[in-house]
Structure formats: structure tokens, C-alpha cells
Nanobody
Framework: QVQLVESGGGLVQAGGSLRLSCAVSGPFFSRYVLGWFRQAPGKEREFLTSISWSGDSTNYATSVKGRFTISRDNAKNTGFLQMNSLKPEDTAVYYC????????????????????WGQGTQVTVSS
């Protein structure tokens, strides 16, 4: 069974940085697209960024482009989200997800393209 576990969330001041990790059990991680999403209270889940299985393609939402960086280490079955210049409006529960066809050099921004999700990690940015 595939399991995704996010870690690295917490409380940070505006302008600070956090690095989220997404540890994936099972042999599936290296084959699939990795995505990061977030959901703030009372709001819909929002796409942030995704990366292809090989890492050669990435895609970012306008709201985080230039501040957040997605990466992956297929040998360690782990994905990462480096978040810099954090703002209070970045406060949300952050989720990682994997999905898509095997070994496709694509990225996805639609949550429906992802079949496996983590439980989320809280990120709170104080002003």
C-alpha cells in the first residue's frame, strides 16, 4: 500500500523559510508526478507546484513562483518543497500527492490527476 507522509511544517515568521518533505512508501514514487497543494480554512484546495518523475519538468502556481521550489530524490523516495519569503497568506495545511501515468514527462495542476495523497502538515506564518 502506498503511503505519503508530509513533515517539516510549523510556525514561522513572515519572511522566513520552511522545507517540507514528503516520504513515500512502496516502489511507486520514482515513476510518477509529484505535486504539492495547500488548503486554508474555508478555502478550496490550491495547486502549488508539480514535478515530473525525472525532475526535468516543473510547474508553479503564480502565487508561489519565485518563492517556492519543488524537488525530488527518487533514490530516497522523498519529495521536497522549499518555501522562502513566506507570507501570512501562505498559512494552510500543505499536502503532497503522486499520480499520472508511469514515467511521463509531464506535470499536473489538477488534483484529480493525483491518486495518492498525504495527510497534510500545518504551516502557519505569523505577521
Amino acid at each position: 500500500q502506498v503511503q505519503l507522509v508530509e513533515s517539516g511544517g510549523g510556525l514561522v515568521q513572515a519572511g522566513g523559510s520552511l522545507r517540507l518533505s514528503c516520504a513515500v512508501s512502496g516502489p511507486f514514487f520514482s515513476r510518477y508526478v509529484l505535486g504539492w497543494f495547500r488548503q486554508a480554512p474555508g478555502k478550496e484546495r490550491e495547486f502549488l507546484t508539480s514535478i515530473s518523475w525525472s525532475g526535468d519538468s516543473t510547474n508553479y502556481a503564480t502565487s508561489v513562483k519565485g518563492r517556492f521550489t519543488i524537488s525530488r530524490d527518487n533514490a530516497k523516495n522523498t519529495g521536497f518543497l522549499q518555501m522562502n519569503s513566506l507570507k501570512p497568506e501562505d498559512t494552510a495545511v500543505y499536502y503532497c500527492a503522486i499520480g499520472g501515468p508511469s514515467y511521463a514527462s509531464v506535470t499536473y495542476s489538477d488534483s484529480r490527476d493525483y491518486g495518492y495523497w498525504g495527510q497534510g502538515t500545518q504551516v502557519t506564518v505569523s505577521s
